[in-house]
T-cell receptor
Framework: ETGVTQTPRHLVMGMTNKKSLKCEQHLGHNAMYWYKQSAKKPLELMFV???????ENNSVPSRFSPECPNSSHLFLHLHTLQPEDSALYLCASSHDRSSQAFFGQGTRLTVV | DQQVKQNSPSLSVQEGRISILNCDYT??????FLWYKKYPAEGPTFLISISSIKDKNEDGRFTVFLNKSAKHLSLHIVPSQPGDSAVYFC?????????????FGTGTRLTIIP
């Protein structure tokens, strides 16, 4: 248990669905991240939020839309995904942008 | 272009023996290196790290070695235990105007054989 909780743990969605992934941390961290892990690929950083402000978007398609309503919560809104978006989506948080990241358990997403 | 490479996707080691996981990197600006361990259905958890000013860091059964000239680091686990069976990710970090940028390798699945 790292203190970073992700829900749901598993999600199957059709290409026309809209769903959201949720991440929550009560570690007092100020930075939160979304990573994507596809099979046989390195973890890819998608988005970074620092003090609730988005500071990085690593060329992520607009069908992925992050939201950070407060420093404890981070969402990833999903809309009209493609089968190749099927992956493990990991949330992480850190005290600040130079500190060690703590990861959640991930959401295993399957797009059908 | 992958800046952090783990060329062995899997490794099997007998219980009690030494496990050696390898990682190569290309970016000489990386100044901090980390190993994460991941069990199935869990997120990666931090294991051990090393600063680029050191060549060795030890924590119990885990030792990380850094060879900057070869741009190579390795994780040694000795003695290996069944609970060490997991996927191990190497990561390299650079501070960019105070922001840490982590680059991960593809992981090595370690299986400890009882």
């Amino acid at each position: 248990e790292t203190g970073v909780t992700q829900t749901p743990r598993h999600l199957v969605m059709g290409m026309t669905n809209k769903k959201s992934l949720k991440c929550e941390q009560h570690l007092g961290h100020n930075a939160m991240y979304w990573y994507k892990q596809s099979a046989k690929k390195p973890l890819e950083l998608m988005f970074v939020y620092n003090f609730k402000e988005q500071t990085e978007n690593n060329s992520v398609p607009s069908r992925f839309s992050p939201e950070c309503p407060n420093s404890s919560h981070l969402f990833l809104h999903l809309h009209t995904l493609q089968p190749e978006d099927s992956a493990l989506y990991l949330c992480a948080s850190s005290h600040d942008r130079s500190s060690q990241a703590f990861f959640g358990q991930g959401t295993r997403l399957t797009v059908v | 272009d992958q800046q952090v490479k783990q060329n062995s996707p899997s490794l099997s080691v007998q219980e009690g023996r030494i496990s050696i996981l390898n990682c190569d990197y290309t970016n000489s600006m990386f100044d901090y290196f980390l190993w994460y361990k991941k069990y199935p259905a869990e997120g990666p958890t931090f294991l051990i790290s090393i600063s680029s000013i050191k060549d060795k860091n030890e924590d119990g059964r885990f030792t990380v070695f850094l060879n900057k000239s070869a741009k190579h680091l390795s994780l040694h686990i000795v003695p290996s235990q069944p609970g060490d069976s997991a996927v191990y990710f190497c990561a390299a970090s650079v501070l960019d105007f105070g922001n840490e940028k982590l680059t991960f390798g593809t992981g090595t699945r370690l299986t400890i054989i009882p």
